[in-house]
């Protein structure tokens, strides 16, 4: 998270104060005291500029810059001093009417990539002040509680928008800076995620970032027609050569395809491009190669039109839940497009949403990773078109409380311990621990019934000894990776399991859990329930979320005895005396 939100000091000003001089000695500075002066005055400067952003009673504009359909009122004077581009864009309506703003719209400005508000605002920021501020958390995170959000979508997407700004209004500055960051982003990313990178950088004609981003994809699995159809073709050509030029590590990755079927291949694909069906159904069937040995589904919710995706479902001649060479599923894949309309086609086919990747992302999790608290939480006026990643969301969300117990063929093709798996693992542990602290007799329900007894307990990484080394007697040394991450996908299952079963059978106690999950993830609970250690205000905040805590439980606890008495009396037979009967069970519940 500290990668996101510091900003580079060689942008920035310090702040600093005034050195003990008197005013008898103002004429005999010395150059210690007058380089703190400097740094104090730019300071000082930078905030007072900054007031022509913020402050809405310094409107003193005189042109505004169109992004996503909100003015933006900016001064010419500042933005001409410090961009060549404005510069030059300014002087061609040098006469243009003094009494009415000029408007320049930003689409019409950037030859290629997209800039959205939030990040030409950031841009903005340092124009005027020099400084580099925490980028804001609402678009630059995704609402998955349990993602650092250092390699995230979102965190990507709005450095890559912030490239696209600095490189296009010629801040030299800033592309160096933030050339630094998508590097950072390259390596531990997702491989679908650094094509973005690939793309600003490849526009941008940032050389050394666009090598690594090469390398980068070129090592991994990622299916060669979606290079193809995602990135420049010189590019795909490059990433090809690197792939031919290592053929035992590709042979290593995936059995080796002929060049015929590539070819029968491609044409299915050509096929899905041009959004035609029959001809899809033609060559099918004149072919020994099947929907699925295409990935032709696969394909198709990432890059057809919905309409067409629900037409090549019709033909019922793929698997829904088949899993393509990087262990993904169709619905995982549409997940990552958001597009709510072919979830619900897939999922009226049987997808199963409670599926999990290698690295143990289901596709709720996919869709939370890709969207940003903005879209989630942003209440959509009457008559406007909802978030389709909040539509998304809820209904992957539904059907896995719907669905909750859905076998999944999980495949073990990760070779180490993802650390998004480690992080979900000590998620549900935690959570699964405090069920069973406030609710013990709903939790052993629900953890039976999940057959959480069968797993090894999560803890996390083994604590250090004395020593140097770790605590060796914690790990067993005949354990390859491989099965390291199959017991812990088996745990992860389990542990879900016994989730959704609480939601839907205990539905009051879950709300409890999900509130302190949400407020206190970070918080030891240990420390919290030893009340009397800390300072007096750390012994007062703790007895009051005790008490808070307590309440809620006891409320919980109530509302789950009152529903289940009351499903217990009206599945009794139907008597002049059932109604009055619930009344006392009620009344009596305790």
Do not use: W
Request: glycine letters at 4%; a negative charge.
């Amino acid at each position: 998270m500290a990668t996101l939100t510091e900003p580079s000091s060689t942008l920035s000003f310090t702040s600093s104060h005034f050195s003990n001089v008197s005013v008898g000695s103002s004429n005999h500075f010395s150059p210690s005291s007058a380089s703190n002066l400097e740094v104090v005055s730019l300071s000082k400067l930078s905030s007072n500029l900054e007031q022509l952003l913020s402050n809405p009673d310094c409107d003193y504009t005189d042109a505004e810059i169109i992004v996503d359909g909100v003015p933006v009122g900016v001064h010419r004077c500042i933005l001409s001093a410090r961009s060549k581009f404005f510069q030059e864009l300014f002087k061609k309506d040098k006469k243009s009417s003094k009494f009415e703003k000029p408007k320049y719209h930003l689409k019409e400005v950037l030859p290629y990539g997209a800039v959205g508000y939030e990040a030409f605002v950031y841009f903005l920021s340092y124009i005027y002040t020099g400084r580099l501020k925490p980028f804001p958390l609402e678009v630059s995170t995704c609402v998955d509680s349990v993602c650092a959000h250092d390699s995230c979508r979102p965190a990507i997407d709005f450095v890559v928008e912030l490239m696209y700004a600095s490189s296009v209004l010629q801040v030299p500055e800033l592309v160096s800076s933030f050339q630094r960051r998508l590097c950072n982003f390259v390596e531990k990313s997702l491989v679908e995620n650094v094509l973005p990178i690939l793309l600003v950088a490849f526009n941008c004609k940032l050389t050394q970032l666009l090598d690594q981003c090469i390398e980068r994809v070129a090592r991994s699995d990622l299916y060669r027609f979606c290079i193809e159809k995602e990135v420049p073709l010189e590019v795909a050509e490059k990433i090809q050569q690197i792939r031919l030029k290592s053929p035992q590590e590709e042979e290593e990755q995936s059995p080796k395809v002929s060049d015929k079927m590539l070819e029968r291949v491609g044409k299915i694909l050509k096929a899905l491009d041009s959004d035609d069906v029959e001809l899809v159904k033609l060559l099918l069937t004149e072919s020994d190669i099947t929907l699925d040995e295409a990935n032709g589904l696969h394909y198709s919710v990432v890059y057809s039109d919905p309409k067409v995706v629900a037409e090549i479902l019709t033909l019922d001649m793929g698997d829904v839940n088949h899993r393509n060479s990087r262990g993904y599923t169709v619905l995982h894949l549409a997940a990552m497009r958001k597009e709510p309309s072919i979830l619900i086609s897939l999922l009226k086919k049987g997808a199963n949403a409670s599926g999990f990747t290698c690295d143990g992302r289901s596709a709720v999790n996919i869709c939370r990773r890709l969207t940003t608290p903005k879209d989630y939480h942003t209440k959509t006026a009457k008559g406007r078109e909802s978030s389709k990643a909040r539509l998304c969301i809820d209904l992957l969300e539904r059907e896995v409380r719907r669905n909750p117990m859905v076998a999944d063929d999980t495949p073990m093709c990760s070779l180490s311990m993802p650390e998004d798996l480690q992080m979900r693992l000590l998620y549900l542990e935690k959570r699964v621990g405090l069920a069973q602290l406030f609710f013990p007799t709903e939790a052993k329900v629900a953890m039976d019934i999940a057959n959480v007894e069968g797993t090894s307990e999560f803890t996390g990484l083994p604590p250090p000894s004395n020593g140097l080394t770790g605590n060796l007697s914690q790990v067993d040394l005949n354990e390859t990776p491989h099965m390291q991450t199959k017991r812990l996908l088996t745990r992860m299952e389990a542990l879900m399991k016994t989730v959704e079963t609480g939601r839907r059978y205990f539905p009051y106690g879950s709300e409890v859990l999900d509130k302190y999950m949400e407020e206190y993830i970070d918080d030891d609970l240990l420390d919290d329930i030893q009340i009397e250690k800390g300072s007096p205000q750390e012994r007062r905040l703790k007895r009051m979320r005790y008490r808070e805590l307590k309440d809620d439980v006891q409320k919980a606890y109530s509302k789950d005895k009152e529903s289940k008495i009351a499903r217990s009396c009206l599945s009794a037979s139907p008597s002049p005396s059932s109604s009055s009967s619930l009344r006392d069970g009620l009344r009596n519940s305790t």
